[in-house]
């Protein structure tokens, strides 16, 4: 029996190394292009977080001249009275401290906190979704390259109609399916009396 | 909507049942009643003006907190300074009109009146809608630093709910069965309020006419086929149009800075060109009467300055020809080939752009047949819809030809503090100077200012007279144009589950979410 070891030579280093650092340097240039453009993109539309936070309160049915103070004093705790520059060295230092700052929209929520309490359902949702999908899209592809024929065609005609299917019509249908037809939700108890909606968004009191 | 991150009345955006106006958790030291236009004791028990000078508040001795601490004087006072540390606190306006408060004894406060903008009606509106904080689990979060921020996740209110659940899908509130108030004002029948934050208006619509959802404030347009056509136990306030209580007037703002809006008989003649029953069968599903040219709201709480024959006798309705008739004869405008007018001056009408923020399509339907109407007497508008932080912006810079805004809705202070929105140039940066908060098109008049001043510290029974004069000049001068009324908050019934909500015929609590409305729990009973 024929074994052959492959060994790791002077030639095969300098290869690695130099794919590392190539590498290396494409990401943090790219992660500084993001964190630019992540930074005055926003900054370049008109108006600013605190006209929206002020806005909220106003629906929320404060008046005018307490919109007028908490606009002023907001402008200056965010620091958005600074200018451009400095406003960038501090979100860059904050960045790099691991510090992603205050949520506008969900203030004073941290946006750590927000994505912290967001990412265990998205990896429990996406993690699962990327297995089931790998091994059943295997399965059926070996399956198909094994047995061809009939199974063949009506699995690749299959997986190209669902694959091209807009994911948000097909979480439409599936809705459908099983919210409507299927009626899960009578499996969730409804134990509470009285079912309250008082408007999304803004408010009727302002308007 | 995301999911609820504080319930501390310090914040700017703040969750269900929280802000000032909701009875539920925190309590204000009276509630604003929406069919008197009055408030209504709570902690308060009666307040006595010490003419221009100070209010005396009474607390009633038995209220308290969650936690079983009474709510005291010491409570309301620290409430009332706590802006004066942290400015950012949403009832931080109230400085401008209730410049101190003192403890009298541990049930009476008494509070000076600001002497430079003496205003009791302003200060009547704020005991109705600022919530009374418990000092000890305030104060030392004070002391820690940075209060305006903190996340309070298990707020401990004097009212008659505390929170259960919030999640980003519901918040769910249950009856504290010891409240203080169950003997005064009756202990609330459901032992939870769910309150779901819905994906869109479609999804909570549905919920309503599914049953599953008792009370809704959505907007639901042709409400009324739900109990005429599907025989559905619905209702509203009212059982033909307007269905609902009507409670603030959204507004045109014209620039009257531009050369052309700056003629008042221009902005009368645009005035005049909008078909304003069309407007309101299709953008707000006749939800409002045709409006009148006032600024005051007929019909519910400030019925009783609204004066008819003065609106009648020099106010303006959906009349194209007249609106012609002024262009040609009163300013002497003539029509260009293009169809549009040029004033004896030069200056063409329009182009003019008319915005409001995209995707509120009652207004955008409101801002379309602005437009129509005044293409038809040959003045030039066309619509156009910024993103919300945009039109935001350029709104409150004075950036705009015009746009569409509501000033404040009906409070205890009356119309008083929609007039000063519309009207009172004091404390307003001009144009290129600074945002405004009011008066956008920085219209100004010393008339008005002095009858606004003047309405301030009338008797009641002065104000008609004086309402009206100041409703006068915004008449000549058409500052504003008003649009639609709109119901402070939509009040729809479904009495699938619960029965013994108020309607007009049984008007036993006003039809709101907010104020005095908080009472209706009580009155419910759930359906056999």
Known sequence: MHVSISCLCRGDLVTVTRYLVQKTGWFLLAFSVALILNFFL?????????DTIVSQMGQGGADSQSMQRVYENYMEEFGLNEPLHQQFFTYVGNVLRGDLGTSFSLYPASVNSLI???????????????????????????????????????????????SSLPYYSFAILLLYVVAVRWDIRQLVADTAPVGYQPGRGRSSRTR | MGPPTTFSPLAATIAFPCNGNWAYLYEPLFTFNMLTGDID???????????????????????????????????????????????????????????????????????????ESINPGMVRSYLGSISILPQHVWEPREADGDVIAYAELEPVGSGPFKVNIANPEQIILERVDDWWGNELFGAPAPKYIVHPIPKSNDDANLSFQ????????????????????????????????????????????????????????????????????????????????????????????????????????????????????????????????????????????????????????????????????????????????????????????????????????????????????????????????????????????????????????????????????????????????????????????NETQWTGFPTSENPHTPPTFQGSGVRVFAKLSPVE
């Open chain 2, 41 to 115: 004791p709570l902690i308060g028990e009666s307040f006595e003006f010490d003419g221009t000078m100070s209010v005396s508040v009474k607390l009633n001795p038995a209220a308290k907190f969650h936690d079983g601490e009474a709510v005291t004087a010491d409570d309301v006072v620290y409430t009332y300074q706590l802006p004066e540390r942290v400015p950012e606190v949403p009832w931080a306006g109230s400085l401008n009109y209730i410049s101190g408060v003192e403890k009298v004894d541990d049930t009476t406060v008494t509070m000076l009146l600001n002497q």
């Open chain 2, 210 to 493: 599914l049953g599953e959802i008792d009370l809704s404030q959505s907007f639901m347009p042709q409400i009324w086929k739900l109990w005429e056509d599907q025989g559905l136990p619905v209702a509203t306030w009212f059982r033909e149009q307007p269905y609902h209580l009507p409670g603030n007037i959204p507004v045109a703002i014209p620039n009257v800075h531009k050369p052309g809006l700056d003629n008042p008989l221009v902005r009368r003649a645009i005035a005049h060109g909008i078909n304003y029953a069309l407007l309101a069968e299709t953008a707000v599903s006749n939800f409002s009467i045709p409006v009148n040219a006032s600024l005051i709201v007929p019909g519910a709480a400030e019925d009783s300055y609204f004066n008819q024959e003065a609106v009648d006798a020099t106010g303006w309705t959906y009349e194209p020809e007249k609106a012609i008739a002024i262009l040609e004869d009163e300013l002497g405008a003539t029509k260009g080939d293009d169809g549009i007018y040029v004033l004896a001056d030069g200056t063409r009408l329009g182009p003019w752009k008319a915005s409001c923020p995209y995707g509120w399509t009652d207004w955008m339907t409101s801002l379309e047949v602005l437009a129509q109407g005044a293409k038809e007497i040959g003045i030039d508008i066309t619509t156009e819809y910024p993103e919300t932080p945009v039109f935001y912006d350029a709104m409150r810079a004075g950036n705009f030809d015009i746009v569409m805004n509501s000033f404040a809705g009906a409070s205890a202070a009356g119309p008083w503090q929609r007039f000063r929105d519309a009207m009172d140039s004091r404390g307003v940066p001009g144009i290129g100077e600074g945002p405004a908060f009011w008066n956008f098109n920085r219209y100004q008049n010393a008339d008005a200012e002095a009858l606004l001043d003047q309405i301030a510290v009338a008797e009641e029974d002065a104000k008609l007279d004086l309402y009206t004069q100041i409703d006068e000049v915004f008449r000549t001068d058409v500052p504003v144009i008003p649009l639609q009324y709109r119901a402070w908050e939509f009040y729809n019934i």
């Open chain 1, 116 to 162: 912290g309490n967001a990412l265990p359902w998205t990896l429990a949702l996406q993690i699962p979704a990327i297995l089931i999908g790998w091994i059943i899209g295997n399965l059926l592809g070996a399956l198909a390259a094994y047995k061809g024929g009939w199974f063949d065609r009506v699995g690749f005609t299959g997986s190209l109609l669902l």
């Open chain 1, 42 to 50: 926003p900054r370049m539309i008109p108006g600013n977080p605190v």
